[in-house]
Each structure stands twice: as structure tokens, then as C-alpha cells.
């Protein structure tokens, strides 16, 4: 008999917590009420549903590509590269902007500094969610110009 018992989120950051400190999985299970499938995907950060999710979307992507033409299909999977590397590049950027913000933070020694990573966070925030950011002229009070980004939103998701 299946066992269908429904984790949350903060179920899971507890299991991983607990197998880091030594529980067995299977101990895990018994507490639960799951099987030991689910909790050894849990402990290792797997998550079959969304690899299945990720799978089905490839197949449909090769399904949907089936009946074009080689140079069609050279031309869109070129492109898809093209397109996945540049938002790569983009989370990546963001991310280090981030990092250096709060190492910036860390050390910051007044209020204005202080506001500089918040307008920072604030951005790289605006820019993961999509919105149009131009900041390139903006400076602080003191008149210096501490970052720039330039980010125009992609409004090729809705065509």
C-alpha cells in the first residue's frame, strides 16, 4: 500500500536537517509517514516531479520540432542556445551584483551606504521579476555614481 502522506516545505528543510545529524532515512520514513523513496529524494535534494516536468517538456520541444526541417531545427535549437546563455549570463550577473552588495554591506560605515545596497537589492529584485531598469544616470546625494545597470525587459515571452 502507497503512502500519500503530503509534506510541506518546512517538513523537508527538517528532514534535510535531521539527516545531516545523523538520522537514517528510514528512521525518516517511519516519522513521517512516507516512503523511503520520498525521503532519500528529500536528503539528496532531488525532486522527481519536477525532473519529470523537465523531461516532459524536452520531449515536447523534440515533438514539436519533428516535422520542420533540419536547417529549421539547427536554426531554433541554435537559438534557444543563444537565448538560455544570455539569461544565464543575466542571473549570473545579478547574482554577483548581489554578492558584492552584501560584502559592501558588511562593511558599510554610514547611512548612505546602507541605502546604496538597499536600492541595489531593490533593483536586482526588480530586474529577476522582469521590470524595465534604467539607472545608469542616477547618482546619490553626494553626487557620485556608485552602480549602473542597464536592463530592458524581454518582450519576447508574450509573442
Known amino acids: 500500500m502507497a503512502k500519500t502522506t503530503k509534506l510541506t516545505k518546512d517538513d523537508e528543510k527538517r528532514i534535510r536537517a535531521l539527516y545531516e545529524a545523523g538520522a537514517t532515512q528510514r528512521e525518516l520514513a517511519k516519522i513521517y509517514g512516507v516512503g523511503s523513496t520520498k525521503i532519500n529524494d528529500i536528503c539528496k535534494g532531488t525532486d522527481r516531479e519536477q525532473t519529470q516536468e523537465l523531461i516532459n517538456q524536452g520531449v515536447n520541444f523534440n515533438v514539436a520540432l519533428a516535422h520542420k526541417s533540419i536547417e529549421e531545427r539547427q536554426a531554433i535549437t541554435r537559438a534557444v542556445d543563444d537565448r538560455t ?13 548581489q554578492t558584492k552588495a552584501d560584502e559592501l554591506l ?5 547611512l548612505l551606504e546602507v541605502e546604496t545596497h538597499s536600492k541595489i537589492t531593490a533593483r536586482n529584485k526588480e530586474a529577476v ?13 553626494s553626487g557620485n555614481q556608485p552602480f549602473t545597470i542597464n536592463i ?8
Do not use: M, P, W, Y
Open 85 to 97: 546563455r544570455n539569461i544565464l549570463f543575466f542571473d549570473n550577473s545579478i547574482f554577483k551584483n
Open 106 to 110: 558588511d562593511v558599510a560605515n554610514n
Open 129 to 141: 521579476c522582469g521590470k524595465t531598469i534604467h539607472l545608469a544616470n542616477e547618482q546619490t546625494q
Open 152 to 159: 530592458i525587459e524581454d518582450k519576447t515571452e508574450n509573442e
